[in-house]
């Protein structure tokens, strides 16, 4: 049920799932799928646990079996793209997929989508930084411009792929992330 709330959602934003549509596609009643939830907010809640859950699974914990620093990165690059590609969600990454809908929609939907945001950004993060302690990455890098930079070939690559359907989006964003690790390589520090 809600896998199949969180598949939609990816095509259709959070506005363009209703009960009665949801209900129809998985053969049940709309008045028992409200008495299941409650409410669409409700609904809209358990869906973004679901997609996070899946995420979970598939990326985070591929991304937490990798060995520290920029094995990790690329771990984070390559677990993200096959799940983009997995088509698990057909309109790609669940959270940039309904991002757009809710960002003007204050509430708990949107605290909730945020809070998974920020977890992932979170462990981007962490994962810099390892990489840094181990001395893979100049101790001088902008660790916060790397993960927005990190980020943004991301998500370029899955939203190209699903614009697109040209599997070559992700090589294109791939090389974006590998550019962005060599600028970050330990330099010799400047002479005075």
Known sequence: MLLAAARAASLHGFDGISFGALAKELGL???????????????????????????????????????????????????????????????????????????????RVRERLLGCISDWKALLGACLDEARDLGEIDARSDLSQMAFELQAMLQAGNQTFVLTHDPGAFERAGAGVEEIIRRAAPRPAPKT
């Open 29 to 107: 009643s709309k008045s028992s799928l409200f008495a299941h939830f409650g409410s669409k907010e409700e609904m809209e809640i358990a869906t973004i646990a679901e997609a996070e859950r899946i995420f979970g699974e598939t990326v985070v914990a591929r991304v937490r079996s990798a060995p520290p620093g920029i094995a990790r990165l690329r771990t984070i690059r390559d677990a993200f793209f096959d799940h983009v590609r997995s088509g698990v969600f057909p309109g790609g990454c669940f959270f940039a997929a309904v991002a757009a809908g809710i960002v003007a929609r204050p509430g």
